[in-house]
């Protein structure tokens, strides 16, 4: 779990969320994905069930500062809610793997009682994980519910794409094609091109290069990584096509814009 604050705008930049819950407080955030615009606010929380590439416009300043909760879906923790839960009724549309939700009665409660916990430590280590619970199983009762029931059951097209998501997270370097994708999804290479691009807003190949992007921002933000040897570490052969890919997405090539960031951070 962790707490988020910004007290200034930020511009509709590149992210790449962990599944996660996030409850907004005080300030708003529109999330891009693809020809999806998603928005969460203190009326309406993300619940963010696979790790995708998108953009996201924060609105927060000085005087009132975007203010919210993250909370990690851990594996574990869901299969085992979810296994406790029983089945319910599946929904005839696929699950959409990044969603806003209308904010409940129930999980404003959860959410406070997690928040009240925060601010006493015995407490916290005592019963900071019932409350995490509690949280979950709002989310899981909602309408994104089967979404996050499709991440433990493993049945149909969207458990496949899950599958191959999570390979291609593992083994974001290497080079993979449509048909070696798809035979791993089970499917033929056009109903798998079909369902990805349904899921995620992307093609394969354009949402591993936006994968390795955001991950070559993060290996440059740690400082002890240059240009060439992020290029290398996230599978790009050139480092030319990898600057002008990078600019591209980021809209600064890689070190200026790890300069930006860094001053940002201070």
């Given amino acids: 779990m ?24 005080q300030g708003r955030k529109i999330g891009y994905l693809g020809d999806r615009e998603i928005h969460y606010d203190p009326g309406h929380y993300l619940v963010q069930t696979l790790p995708l590439p998108f953009e996201c416009e924060t609105y927060g300043s000085p005087e009132a500062p975007l203010l919210g909760i993250s909370v990690r879906l851990d594996p574990a923790l869901l299969s085992e809610m979810v296994t406790a839960m029983g089945n319910a009724v599946q929904q ?74 999570s390979k291609l997270h593992t083994h974001f370097a290497q080079d993979f094609s449509v ?9 033929s290479p056009s109903t798998f091109h ?31 990584h240059n240009v060439n040897q992020t290029a290398a570490a996230v599978g790009y052969r050139s ?15 890689p070190l200026q814009h790890r300069r930006q960031e860094q001053a940002l951070r201070v």
């Fill in 92 to 165: 005839a549309h696929t699950p959409l793997p990044m969603a806003s939700v209308a904010m409940t009665e129930g999980m404003q409660d959860a959410v406070l009682r997690l928040a009240r916990t925060l601010h006493v430590s015995v407490e916290c280590s005592t019963m900071g994980t019932a409350r995490i619970r509690d949280v979950v199983f709002e989310a899981l009762k909602s309408e994104q519910g089967q979404a996050l029931r499709a991440l433990v059951m493993g049945h149909g097209n969207y458990s496949r794409i899950v599958q191959v998501l």
């Fill in 194 to 224: 079909q369902h990805f691009k349904q899921i995620t807003r992307s093609s394969p190949a354009q949402y591993l290069k936006r994968l390795r992007l955001i991950k070559a921002q993060q290996l440059l933000l740690q400082d002890n």
């Fill in 179 to 187: 048909e070696q994708l798809a035979s791993q999804a089970n499917m």
């Fill in 239 to 253: 480092v030319p096509q990898f600057s002008r890919d990078y600019k591209r997405y980021f809209g600064e090539p």
């Fill in 2 to 25: 962790s707490l988020l604050c910004l007290s200034r705008h930020q511009a509709r930049t590149p992210l790449l969320y962990e599944p996660s819950l996030t409850i907004i407080a």
